[in-house]
């Protein structure tokens, strides 16, 4: 649309464009790792007349509302963390992060000081860097170091770990990736720096809450973190948002009003709902959901392996998660192979990959196809069309028709309380 647009005229093309994105996304295999879809009883819920409303309390008393108006919303909140801290186990949830990385900026910075040192994983482990990125304002100035990582079992290194963190004493350790393939040594960690309490375990589990909520990948908190903060929309399958867990009281009394309200005043009531059914589903679903997603991912890992495409992790099964990476240097740079991928109906991530597998990396997330119904026998496919692009044995154009027959098989949605079945097909 060029030029001065006609009022009317733009919200109709608003409201066609949207209809064409969902067209397009239902005709594609969406692949990212980073992405979901939520049930339709959740999708339902955003559009309620919380939506539009505001809901701020004051510290942790979900009661103590500064606007009227509020009683139901009131009742609706305090189900929804009753039902959260049932999910993880974990006495405190602070649930009014707008995203996973306000939760990680509230965290980091209601538990560290100016100069303080925070250990994270750098760029190409996966990290994503919330220490770093503070940093960018002038106002956060904190000593950031890269977490020691091992490319080769894709991990953290922690014998270097433990080294560096005896030697520094850093404020924080931040675990959590957003290449998260295995779970992170936190057992070992936590029992080696067991005698320095001035350095805090955090986890950020944004990748892989859905795992953690259906008991799979690890167990954060029990391994030894003292704090968890994730995204609410990833692998968890609710709206967008962010959470932090913890069962120390002292860390939520200073991480609660750095988030409220340092960071976020108006949390977006209308999100909560489809949290709680969110947070319903994965503990009516969220074993069963889990393991769908690890075996469709592991299959796929060995599907896409044996069709001469590297996958890393070969030695250890590929993944124990919803991810996979690929490194893809020897067909392109990693933009231009997730631009062919694209054109093929198939949605990936462009990612950086240590020096030593490539640097260009295609991440795959098998979440979202999981809960669309997809199962182990669905991945030779899924890796045949990938491979045939990437290799160029076949064009884009000639894949995007098997593409599209896949993505309308896997119309559907599971693991919730109203599941849709796919559509039929002619
Ligand atoms: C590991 C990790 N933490 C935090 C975030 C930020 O989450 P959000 O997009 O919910 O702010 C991301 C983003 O993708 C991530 O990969």
Not at 35 to 43: F, I, K, L, T
Not at 129 to 157: C, G, Q, W
Not at 192 to 199: C, K, N, S
């Amino acid at each position: 649309m060029t030029g001065r647009p006609d009022p009317a005229g733009a919200a109709q093309e608003l409201v066609r464009l949207v209809s064409e994105h969902e067209r397009w996304r239902e005709s594609c295999l969406n692949l990212v790792a980073a992405e979901n879809v939520m049930s339709p009883q959740a999708q339902a819920l955003l559009a309620s007349d919380l939506a539009s409303r505001y809901g701020d309390y004051v510290g942790r008393d979900l009661a103590a509302r500064k606007y009227f108006g509020t009683t139901v919303m009131v009742e609706i909140e305090v189900l929804v963390d009753e039902l959260l801290r049932m999910l993880f186990d974990v006495q405190f949830v602070e649930a009014r992060p707008l995203s996973g990385h306000v939760a990680g900026v509230g965290a980091v910075l209601a538990l560290t000081e100016p100069g303080d040192l925070v250990l994270e994983l750098d760029s190409p482990g996966g990290g994503h860097r919330i220490a770093e990125k503070l940093n960018a304002t002038h106002h956060a100035r904190l000593e950031v170091l890269p977490l020691p990582f091992d490319p080769e079992m894709y991990s953290i290194d922690v014998g270097r770990t433990v080294e560096l963190a005896r030697a520094r004493r850093p404020r924080m350790i931040i675990l959590g990736s957003s290449l998260f393939l295995f779970p992170h040594p936190l057992v070992e960690l936590a029992a080696a720096l067991a005698g320095q309490p001035e350095t805090l375990i955090a986890y950020d589990a944004s990748h892989v809450l859905g795992l953690v909520a259906g008991h799979r990948f690890q167990d954060p908190l029990r391994e030894g973190a003292a704090l968890v903060w994730a995204s609410t929309h990833k692998i968890f399958p609710g709206p967008p948002g962010g959470l932090v867990l913890t069962g120390s009281q002292a860390i939520m009394d200073r991480v609660s009003p750095a988030i409220y309200p340092g960071l976020v005043t108006n949390h977006n009531p209308g999100r909560m709902p489809a949290l709680g059914v969110a947070a319903a589903e994965m503990l009516a679903f969220g074993e069963a959901y889990a393991d769908a997603i690890i075996a469709n991912a592991q299959r796929l890992g060995a599907e896409i392996d044996a069709r001469d495409v590297p996958v890393v992790g070969r030695e250890r099964g590929y993944t124990s998660s919803h991810t996979l990476l690929l490194p893809v240097a020897e067909f392109g740079s990693a933009r231009e192979v997730g631009e062919r991928l694209e054109s093929a109906g198939i949605i990936s991530t462009a990612t950086r990959l240590p020096p030593m597998l490539g640097e260009a990396g295609i991440r795959l997330g098998l979440q979202e196809v999981t809960r669309r119904g997809a199962t182990p026998e669905d991945m030779p496919l899924i890796a045949d069309a990938i491979s045939d692009v990437l290799t160029g044995r076949q064009t884009s154009e000639t894949v995007r028709g098997r593409t599209r027959v896949l993505a309308a098989k896997l119309g559907g949605i599971g693991f919730c309380f109203d599941s849709a079945a796919a559509p039929a097909t002619s």
